[in-house]
């Protein structure tokens, strides 16, 4: 299974969506940024200057994925690790290289329609992409 079909089955459970509820920013960010070892390390400097918000949001964010047991966070001096909790992990423990992840990371539309997509704040439009991913995956799969 690719990350899509995973995220599509996730995003597709009521109890899943409000699990990451409002911290979907930085759930994306840790699973598409986490090795295959299911461990991601950073700081707040490093989180800042990528995802653009403040560290009062961002420890609002991971304090709200460690209450729901999305993920837990190790810390260290001066920075954290992340792991992500079942059934979340899968994430990053499936299929590396679906077609919807290196189109994301290798093509500059999709990485701007993404951007802007993170910056609307609106979690309601998750399962949207999901549905849409699996949509999208079925015709490439038709066509081939």
């Known amino acids: 299974m690719t990350r899509w079909n995973l995220l599509s089955n996730l995003l597709l459970q009521a109890e899943n969506i409000k699990a990451i509820g409002k911290a979907w920013p930085l ?20 989180l800042k200057e990528r995802m653009g918000a ?10 709200h ?8 966070v190790f810390k260290g001096n001066g920075s954290m690790s992340f792991v992500l909790q079942s059934p979340y992990d899968s994430l990053v ?6 077609i919807a992840q290196v189109k994301m990371v290798g093509d500059p539309a999709t990485k ?14 998750l399962p949207i992409i999901a549905e849409m991913s699996a949509k999208l995956e079925d015709i490439q799969r038709k066509m081939s």
Do not use: H
Not at 27 to 36: G, L, R, Y
Not at 93 to 98: A, N, R, S
């Open 65 to 72: 994925l460690v209450k729901n047991q999305v993920a837990k």
């Open 93 to 98: 423990t499936c299929e590396q290289d679906d």
């Open 27 to 46: 759930f994306f960010f840790v699973v598409f940024n986490m090795d295959k070892t299911n461990k991601f390390c950073t700081n707040y400097p490093e």
């Open 54 to 63: 403040s560290p009062n949001t961002i420890k609002d964010w991971r304090d």
């Open 112 to 125: 701007r329609i993404l951007d802007k997509i993170s910056g609307v704040g609106n979690m309601t439009l």
